[in-house]
């Protein structure tokens, strides 16, 4: 008798113990929240990348005479500097706005042949350039596909020289141009904070014309139409301002 109170005093407590430990397991563990990434707030950030010029060279002459041949004034050169920008996520959409300014060293320096001329040489040189541009994209968790486009200005230097064996003609500018800016990129969120992005940016500054006398006189006026364009291809790193 005493043997079976024992038996059954026993059963139970093994009963009692493992009724709440079987609980507790089939009770699933709480999901983890994850947190979705988010693209809205301030940046700064650095670039660096190569840029090519697609100039145009147009020789003038007045008044009734020939103008000296077409010149390709094309360059390249590196590119690097800063940006700054703010973006506003909505959903899987993105809007901002960023600025940006870097040295360029992209230009050229060609000489070339004229009937009678001693010497005859073109020159066309971006110093640095600057954008203000939109930014709209479509957001893929860390993934940010995105077009921009603005307004653009930059350091153009231009200047075209012609020696004859009497005379000799030179006109030469160095001023802020200013035009619009386009292209598309994309950015990665490696960190909350900090981003990775590659882009390519169409820049066109306008045109300018120059002319001017020959030294010493001789009645005609030598210049040329210069074009300022080309394409920027640069990566660069962002670090953005979580502020809320």
């Not at 301030?42 to 005479?65: I, L, W």
């Amino acid at each position: 008798m005493l043997r079976s109170l024992a038996l059954a005093a026993a059963g139970l407590l093994g009963l009692t113990v493992l009724a709440p430990a079987a609980d507790l397991t089939s009770r699933a563990a709480p999901a983890t929240l994850e947190i979705p990434y988010s693209w809205s707030g301030f940046y700064v950030g650095v670039n660096a990348g190569y840029g090519f010029s697609d100039n145009r060279h147009r020789p003038t002459c007045g008044p009734a005479c020939a103008p000296t041949p077409v010149l390709d004034t094309d360059g390249d050169g590196f590119v690097g500097g800063g940006q700054a920008g703010y973006n506003q996520q909505i959903g899987r959409f993105l809007g901002g706005i960023e600025t940006d300014i870097q040295y360029t060293d992209i230009g050229r320096n060609v000489g070339g042949t004229f009937p009678g001329a001693i010497s005859y040489n073109a020159a066309q040189r971006l110093e640095f350039l600057g954008t203000l541009r939109a930014r709209v994209g479509l957001v893929m968790d860390r993934v940010l596909v995105y077009a921009t486009g603005g307004l653009a200005y930059g350091d153009v230097r231009n200047a075209q020289s012609i020696v004859f064996p009497g005379a000799s003609y030179a006109v030469a500018s160095t001023r802020t141009e200013v035009g619009y800016a386009a292209g598309a990129g994309i950015e990665y969120g490696f960190t909350p904070n900090l981003t990775g992005k590659a882009e390519a940016l169409y820049y066109d500054l306008g045109r300018r014309s120059l002319a001017g006398g020959a030294t010493p006189p001789t009645g005609l006026v030598r210049g040329a139409r210069f074009d300022s364009a080309g394409v920027v291809a640069r990566a660069g790193l962002n670090y953005k301002f979580n502020l809320f």
